[in-house]
């Protein structure tokens, strides 16, 4: 399968071509499968699941650092000098 893609994004995509290969390999040595697409389908789900981790991890810490930035704010604009 061909795509066209913007050569700045050419990095990613290559590098998301050896991500799912990987981990579909991964997957081919623990799982007993008939066809590839369920092989594909368990690589997406994986990944849809560690997205919505790191998603939900990442609205913790801003949750966290939201309060210090506000005080280094009003620290900061103590210190501002015209």
């Given amino acids: ?13 290559r ?11 991964e997957f081919a040595k623990k799982w007993t499968y008939k066809d ?3 092989l594909m389908s ?3 789900v994986d990944f849809v699941v560690k997205w919505l981790a790191d998603e939900e991890r990442l609205k913790e810490y801003e949750e ?15 210190f501002e000098i015209d």
Avoid at 15 to 25: G, H, P, T, W
Avoid at 64 to 78: A, H
């Fill in 1 to 13: 399968m061909t795509i066209v893609i913007k050569k700045e994004w050419e990095h990613y995509f």
């Fill in 15 to 25: 590098e998301a071509e050896k991500v799912i290969n990987d981990s579909f390999l």
């Fill in 36 to 38: 590839q697409q369920d």
């Fill in 42 to 44: 368990k690589v997406l």
């Fill in 64 to 78: 966290e650092i939201e309060p210090m930035m506000e005080s280094l704010k009003t620290l900061t604009d103590r």
